[in-house]
C-alpha cells in the first residue's frame, strides 16, 4: 500500500493541519506519514487526524516526530463534535484571550476573572466551548488560580481548547493541566459553529 507524505516541519499553525485536512479532502489512499517539528503540532495533527477516523501512530524522529496514520477516513465534519449530548441546539463558545478581564488593575482583573469563570456554570447544558487563546492560556496552566475552575467546566463536559502556539509562545506547554491543545482551525471553525460567542 503506497504512502503519502507531508513535510510539515517549520510551518507555522495551522498550516499542519490544513495541510492535511487537504490531502484527506482529495481523497489520498494508503497511509499517510506526516512529519512534524513540535508538540503543538503534533498534538493537533494527531487529534485532527483521529477525528478523521484514523489511527494515528507517533514516533520520535531527528527534527521532530512522524505521526503515521492508517485506516478510512471518515466524511470530515467540521471540528470536533460536542463531547456531550446536547439538551439544547443553542451552543454558546466563550473566547477568552487574556488572563485578566479589563484593564486598570491586573489583580482585580485576575478577580475578576476567577468569578466569571465560576459563574460560567450558570449558563448550564448551553456552554459548549471555552477558547483560550494569547494570555488567556496561563489560566490552563499548573499554579493558576483558575485551574479548578476550567478542570470542574471540562468533567461536566465543556470542551476546553488551548492554543498550542500561545502556550509554546509563554514556555507554557508543559504545565498546561486543562483542556486540549487546539490550533487556529479550531478556533475559527468553533467560532464559526457557536450560536453564541462570548468574548473575554
Excluded at 456552554?127 to 489560566?139: E, F, M, T
Excluded at 485551574?147 to 506547554?173: M, N
Excluded at 508543559?174 to 462570548?198: C, P, Y
Aim: charged share 20%; with cysteine.
Amino acid at each position: 500500500m503506497s504512502a503519502t507524505v507531508l513535510d510539515c516541519r517549520g510551518l507555522p499553525c495551522p498550516q499542519p493541519v490544513l495541510k492535511c485536512k487537504q490531502c484527506l479532502d482529495q481523497g489520498v489512499s494508503g497511509s499517510l506519514r506526516v512529519l512534524v517539528d513540535n508538540e503543538p503540532a503534533k498534538e493537533n495533527v494527531t487529534r485532527f487526524l483521529a477525528s478523521q477516523g484514523l489511527r494515528v501512530q507517533t514516533a520520535a524522529v531527528d527534527g521532530g516526530f512522524a505521526l503515521d496514520a492508517t485506516g478510512n477516513a471518515a466524511s470530515p465534519a467540521p471540528a470536533q463534535a460536542a463531547p456531550r449530548a446536547r439538551e439544547s441546539q443553542v451552543q454558546i463558545a466563550v473566547f477568552i484571550t487574556a488572563s485578566t478581564i479589563g484593564r486598570g488593575d491586573e489583580t482585580l482583573g485576575g478577580k475578576l476573572m476567577f468569578n466569571f469563570l465560576s459563574t460560567l456554570p450558570e449558563l448550564g447544558p448551553e456552554l459548549w466551548r471555552v477558547v483560550l487563546v494569547n494570555s488567556g492560556v496561563r489560566l490552563a496552566v499548573e499554579g493558576s488560580p483558575c485551574l479548578e475552575k476550567l478542570q470542574a467546566l471540562e468533567a461536566a463536559g465543556v470542551l476546553v481548547l488551548v492554543c498550542g502556539t500561545c502556550l509554546e509562545h509563554f514556555g507554557l506547554l508543559e504545565r498546561k493541566r486543562v483542556g486540549q491543545t487546539t490550533n487556529m482551525l479550531d478556533v475559527v471553525t468553533s467560532l464559526q459553529l457557536a450560536s453564541k460567542v462570548i468574548h473575554v
